[in-house]
C-alpha cells in the first residue's frame, strides 16, 4: 500500500517551490460551476471562446483527468499587482493614453508567472511519486475549471469580478493543480462570499462587462476582445485606451486587493509597457520572437497590429511626425485587418489627409472580406472620397 505523505510536509514542498498556499479537493463533479458554464453558454455570455466551454461535463469532473484519481492538490501562485505609475499611463476617465503612444501589459503577463506556477507544482507532484503515488500537473488547461476548483479546496471565494479572491493574497494569483490518486485530507470548507454589499468592479469595467454577480460577458470583456479574432469591435476601441494586452481594472479597484499581501517574487520581469510605434516598425519575424509567449489568434501577427493600432489611435499623439509616418506605412499594409484598422486610427487622429482619392483606391484592392470598405463606409469616405 502507498504510504501518504504528512499534508504539512507537501505544504513546506509547495512553499519552497514558490508557491504561496495550497489545499486539497476530493474529485467528485464541481455541479455548480458546469451549471454556470453552460448558463453562460447558453446565453452567448462565452462569445464563442472554447477553452472550458469546449466540454463543460469534463472541465467540471476531476475524476476524468485520469482513471483512478482521488485527489486534487490546488495551489495559488501570487504574483506582484501593476504599481501605480503603471497606470498612470492612462486617463480612466477619458480612456485615452497621456504618456504618448504606449501599451499597458496586464500584470499577470509582466514576469513569467505560469512558467514559475508549472515549476512548483512539478516539484510537489515529484514529491507525490516519490511516494509511489501518480500525479500529474493541470493548469490554465481546458480540461478543468482553475477557479471553481480553487474554491471547493477553499483557498478562497468567487467574486463578483469573477475571480477567486483568496483572503490574504488577494486576486493576484495564478492557479494549478496536481491531481493524483493518493487519497489526501478530507478538504476544508469552502469560503463564503466576501464582496457583500461592494460593486466596484462592476461599476468600473470599462465596458460593463459584469453586471450580474459572478457572470462575465466575454464580448464586451476587453481582455478577451484583445485575443478575438476578426476586428476590435467599433463600439469598444475607445474604452481599450491604451490596454495593449489583457485588462487588470477588475482588479486594481477591488477593495480586497488593497491589503493583498504583495507577492514580490523573483520571476523573470518581462516588459509592462510596450512602445507601439516600435511595435508598428517590426517585422512578423520580430513580432512572434518578442511577444510569441501571448495568446495572439491564429498565431497571426496581424493580430498584435490590430490591437497596437487602436491603442495608437486612443494615444491623443497627433502631433507626434513618428505616428503620421507608421500610420502611412499601416495604410499601405498588404492585411486588410491592418489597413482598416489604421484608418480608424488616423481618422480617431484626424490625420484624414492621410486617407485621399489615391489612397481609398488603393486600399480597397485585395479587399476580399470588405474589412477596408467597411471601415471607410463607417466614416462616409467611400460616400465623399475627396474631402479631408
Ligand atoms: C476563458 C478564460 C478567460 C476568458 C473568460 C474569463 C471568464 N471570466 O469567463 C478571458 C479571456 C476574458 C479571461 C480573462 C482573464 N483571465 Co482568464 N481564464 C480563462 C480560463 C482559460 C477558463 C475560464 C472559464 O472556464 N470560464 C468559464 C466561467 C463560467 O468559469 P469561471 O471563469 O471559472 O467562473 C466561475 C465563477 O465565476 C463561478 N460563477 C459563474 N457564475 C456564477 C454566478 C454566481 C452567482 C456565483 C457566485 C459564481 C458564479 O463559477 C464559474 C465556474 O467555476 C481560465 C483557466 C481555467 N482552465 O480555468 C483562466 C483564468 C480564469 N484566467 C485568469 C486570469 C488571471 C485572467 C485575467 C485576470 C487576465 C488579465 N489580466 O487580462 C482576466 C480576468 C477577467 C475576468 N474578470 O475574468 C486566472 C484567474 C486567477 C484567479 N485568481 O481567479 C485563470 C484561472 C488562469 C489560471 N490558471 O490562473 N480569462
Ligand atoms: S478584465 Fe477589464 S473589461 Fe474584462 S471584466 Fe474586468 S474590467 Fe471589465
Ligand atoms: S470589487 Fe468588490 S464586488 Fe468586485 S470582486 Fe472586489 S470585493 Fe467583490
Redesign the pocket.
Known amino acids: 500500500m502507498v504510504q501518504v505523505p504528512n499534508f504539512e510536509d507537501i505544504k513546506l514542498v509547495a512553499k519552497n517551490a514558490g508557491l504561496d498556499d495550497l489545499s486539497v479537493a476530493g474529485v467528485e463533479p464541481?455541479t455548480?460551476?458546469r451549471i454556470?458554464?453552460e448558463d453562460?453558454k447558453n446565453r452567448g455570455l462565452h462569445a464563442g471562446?472554447h477553452?472550458?466551454?469546449g466540454n463543460p461535463e469534463r472541465?467540471t469532473d476531476p475524476s476524468q483527468l485520469f482513471e483512478g484519481a482521488r485527489s486534487v492538490l490546488v495551489a495559488l501562485r501570487s504574483y506582484k499587482a501593476p504599481s501605480v505609475g503603471h497606470f498612470e499611463v492612462w486617463n480612466a476617465e477619458t480612456g485615452v493614453a497621456g504618456g504618448g503612444p504606449e501599451g499597458l501589459v496586464?500584470?499577470?503577463v509582466c514576469s513569467d508567472e505560469y512558467g514559475m506556477l508549472r515549476q512548483g507544482l512539478r516539484a510537489v507532484a515529484s514529491y507525490l511519486e516519490s511516494f509511489g503515488a501518480r500525479a500529474e500537473v493541470v493548469?490554465?488547461?481546458?480540461r478543468?475549471?482553475?477557479?471553481?476548483i480553487a474554491?471547493k479546496a477553499g483557498l478562497g471565494w468567487?467574486g463578483r469580478?469573477?475571480?477567486?479572491l483568496h483572503p490574504e493574497l488577494g486576486?493576484w494569483?495564478?492557479?494549478?493543480s496536481v491531481v493524483t490518486d493518493m487519497s489526501l485530507n478530507e478538504e476544508p470548507e469552502k469560503l463564503s462570499?466576501g464582496c457583500g454589499t461592494c460593486r466596484r468592479c462592476s461599476v468600473d469595467c470599462p465596458t460593463g462587462a459584469i453586471d450580474e454577480?459572478?457572470?462575465?460577458d466575454?464580448n464586451r470583456?476587453l481582455?478577451?476582445l484583445l485575443?478575438a479574432k476578426g476586428i476590435f469591435p467599433r463600439q469598444y476601441r475607445a474604452a481599450l485606451g491604451s490596454r495593449l494586452y489583457?485588462?487588470?481594472d477588475?482588479?486594481v479597484l477591488c477593495p480586497v486587493n488593497d491589503t493583498a499581501i504583495d507577492g514580490a517574487r523573483t520571476a523573470v520581469p518581462r516588459e509592462s509597457t510596450v512602445d507601439i510605434i516600435a511595435l508598428l516598425d517590426s517585422s512578423d519575424e520580430e513580432l512572434m520572437d518578442q511577444y510569441g509567449h501571448w495568446y495572439i489568434p491564429r498565431r497571426r501577427p496581424e493580430y498584435l497590429r490590430r490591437n497596437a493600432l487602436v491603442v495608437l489611435g486612443n494615444s491623443q499623439s497627433e502631433d507626434d511626425p513618428e505616428v503620421e509616418r507608421v500610420l502611412a506605412n499601416c495604410l499601405a499594409s498588404p492585411q486588410p485587418l491592418v489597413r482598416s484598422h489604421a484608418i480608424w486610427a488616423a481618422l480617431r487622429l484626424g490625420m484624414r489627409y492621410l486617407i485621399g482619392p489615391d489612397e481609398v483606391t488603393s486600399m480597397t484592392e485585395g479587399d476580399e472580406d470588405g474589412l477596408v470598405r467597411a471601415e471607410l463606409d463607417e466614416w462616409g469616405i467611400l460616400a465623399d472620397p475627396v474631402s479631408s
Not at 173 to 176: L, R, Y
Not at 213 to 216: D, R, S, T, Y
Open positions: 464541481l455548480e460551476a454556470a458554464i453562460r471562446m477553452f472550458t466551454y472541465a496586464a500584470s499577470y493548469m490554465d488547461d481546458n478543468l475549471a482553475d477557479r471553481a474554491a468567487l469580478n469573477t475571480m477567486l486576486s494569483t495564478v492557479i494549478g462570499d454577480f459572478g457572470v462575465l466575454a470583456c481582455a478577451w485575443q489583457g485588462c487588470d477588475c482588479q
